[in-house]
């Protein structure tokens, strides 16, 4: 990844009128980083001017100087990028009042014997921000050749209908495997449930019998009832999946693990790890994995 670095500090929510913005802005400039400073960064306006300079590829890896990682999450989000939240504002501006910390004069500035925490605190905040970008590069997806985007649910209940559907209206091929002969596990035996809407005060018929009607409706899932899974092999992307008849035996339900009588010996005391091992070999020898 070829990085075009850029720093976006906002100025809204008191940071702009807690620091001095100006030396801020020359924390990347000095590193000759691009600095672009708007009073709403998480706005409409504030996410299109980061979009714009991504679309103009100027910038890949940026420093959002702003609110907390923890908010706007959804905002700062902009794929193919390298994106670090730098906390000016949780963790400088409104923990640390200039009541306590005033602000330096001019004269202040240029002697050696004042010196503004809050300011320096929010500079380092910068500069640490810059180097995260400079050393962290977009982790790389391992693909296998084949990538199955088949979605397997196990389960027939209302949680397992409600994940098949999210998957279905995404458009992904969904199976559905329940071990009963029937969709809707325990709710589908309620003979009413507890209102799910306004004005919540009379029971309504069971909300099952809508998800189960709406499973049906969907030409890309597959329900299988009074099955079981066997087996499941490979990883994620590449899974091949055994079904089978619940009580079915099948050369699939292997591997068997050692009954607790067969992991001691005649004196009762427990086997080896290597022993156990070749007892584990020769009780599941002929059988299929």
């Known amino acids: 990844m070829d990085k075009k670095y850029g720093v976006y500090i906002c100025t809204g929510c008191g940071i702009g009128d807690t620091l001095d913005m100006e030396d801020l802005v020359d924390v990347p400039d000095e590193e000759g980083i691009n600095c672009t400073t708007h009073p709403f960064l998480c706005s409409k306006e504030g996410v299109e001017l980061i979009q714009k300079d991504i ?5 890949n890896a940026m420093a959002i100087c702003a609110c907390s990682r923890r908010v706007n999450f959804d905002v700062f989000t902009f794929d193919g990028c390298i994106i670090e939240r730098v906390n000016l504002r949780e963790g400088v501006v409104w923990p640390h009042s200039r009541e306590t910390y005033p602000s330096l004069t001019e004269d202040q500035k240029d002697d050696e014997e004042h010196f503004d925490p809050i300011q320096m605190k929010a500079e380092d905040y910068i500069k640490m921000g810059m180097i995260r970008i400079q050393k962290v590069n977009l982790p790389e997806p391992y693909k296998t050749e084949s990538f199955s985007k088949k ?17 279905a209206k995404t458009g992904y091929e969904v199976t559905i495997v329940e071990k009963t002969d029937k969709l809707g596990g325990y709710a589908a035996n309620m003979r009413s449930q507890m209102p ?59 591997p068997f693990p050692l009954p607790e009588e067969m992991l001691v010996d005649e004196n009762g005391k427990d086997l080896t790890a290597e022993d156990a091992h070749t007892k584990y070999l020769e009780y599941n020898e002929g059988r299929e994995d």
């Open 55 to 59: 679309d103009d590829e100027k910038v």
């Open 151 to 167: 979605i397997l649910v196990l389960g027939g209940g209302v949680t397992g209908m409600s994940a098949a559907l999210d998957a």
């Open 196 to 254: 799910v809407a306004e004005p919540f005060e009379n029971l309504r018929a069971p909300i099952v019998n809508d998800l189960i009607a709406e499973v049906e409706s969907f030409s890309n899932i597959d329900v299988k009832t009074a099955t079981e899974i066997a087996r499941i092999a490979g990883q994620p992307g590449e899974f091949t999946v055994t079904f089978k008849k619940p009580g079915e035996k099948i050369p699939f339900d292997v």
